[in-house]
T-cell receptor
Framework: SAVISQKPSRDICQRGTSLTIQCQVDSQVTMMFWYRQQPGQSLTLIATANQGSEATYESGFVIDKFPISRPNLTFSTLTVSNMSPEDSSIYLC??????????????FGPGTRLTVL | AQSVTQPDIHITVSEGASLELRCNYSYGATPYLFWYVQSPGQGLQLLLKYFSGDTLVQGIKGFEAEFKRSQSSFNLRKPSVHWSDAAEYFCAVYGGSQGNLIFGKGTKLSVKP
């Protein structure tokens, strides 16, 4: 398994500002993902954080808006830039851990609840 | 494209009653299916998963799920619900373009005393 922590757990921000969310894992992992959960919605993948290279973004998400860093195998950051109220969501970090079988398990952090005024 | 449908947005059951949460998936090959639970203010916790083999899967907290290929379903069940089971439940299938999970919209479970 993996224990994941995120900072901050919640924040209230003003329109036009940026917030950086940190994700720390207690073990080295290869795959690390960032998801967004908008109010009343499901989880949507933003990007995969790649160690040593640029993140891989899903359609609809761009690096200028959601820059991601992955300096090592246990840590990543997601920045939400130039925020608007539409960015109010829960942002979750997830890691994939090798288990028995062909499909590995994904573990999730507690999330960062962001409110943009 | 792969997708997951949870038809019930909100379900209320009485404590001690049985529970079934529905999940339908769309996936071209053999699906790898998961159920997660999200309690208020918490992250997602894995309840159970199906990769292959026995179609009835046992999970934590007394939950089980049955994979039915003919119905493209993976419904979650619990014989007797406890008040602490009140939470949001997400069904997911493995197979996003980046090896990620694809989630349903979730079912919120409320438990009446």
């Amino acid at each position: 398994s993996a224990v994941i922590s995120q900072k901050p757990s919640r924040d209230i921000c003003q329109r036009g500002t940026s917030l950086t969310i940190q994700c720390q894992v207690d073990s080295q992992v290869t795959m690390m993902f960032w998801y967004r959960q908008q109010p009343g919605q499901s989880l949507t993948l933003i990007a995969t954080a790649n160690q040593g290279s640029e993140a891989t973004y899903e359609s609809g998400f761009v690096i200028d808006k959601f820059p991601i860093s992955r300096p090592n195998l246990t840590f990543s950051t997601l920045t939400v830039s130039n925020m608007s109220p539409e960015d109010s969501s829960i942002y979750l970090c997830s890691v994939e851990v090798i288990t028995s079988g062909r499909v590995n398990e994904q573990f999730f952090g507690p999330g960062t609840r962001l409110t943009v005024l | 494209a792969q997708s997951v449908t949870q038809p019930d947005i909100h379900i209320t059951v009485s404590e001690g009653a049985s529970l079934e949460l529905r999940c339908n998936y769309s996936y071209g090959a053999t699906p790898y299916l998961f159920w997660y639970v999200q309690s208020p203010g918490q992250g997602l916790q894995l309840l159970l998963k199906y990769f292959s083999g026995d179609t009835l899967v046992q999970g934590i907290k007394g939950f089980e799920a049955e994979f039915k290929r003919s119905q493209s379903s993976f419904n979650l069940r619990k014989p007797s619900v406890h008040w602490s089971d009140a939470a949001e439940y997400f069904c997911a299938v493995y197979g996003g373009s980046q090896g990620n999970l694809i989630f349903g919209k979730g079912t919120k479970l409320s438990v009446k005393p």
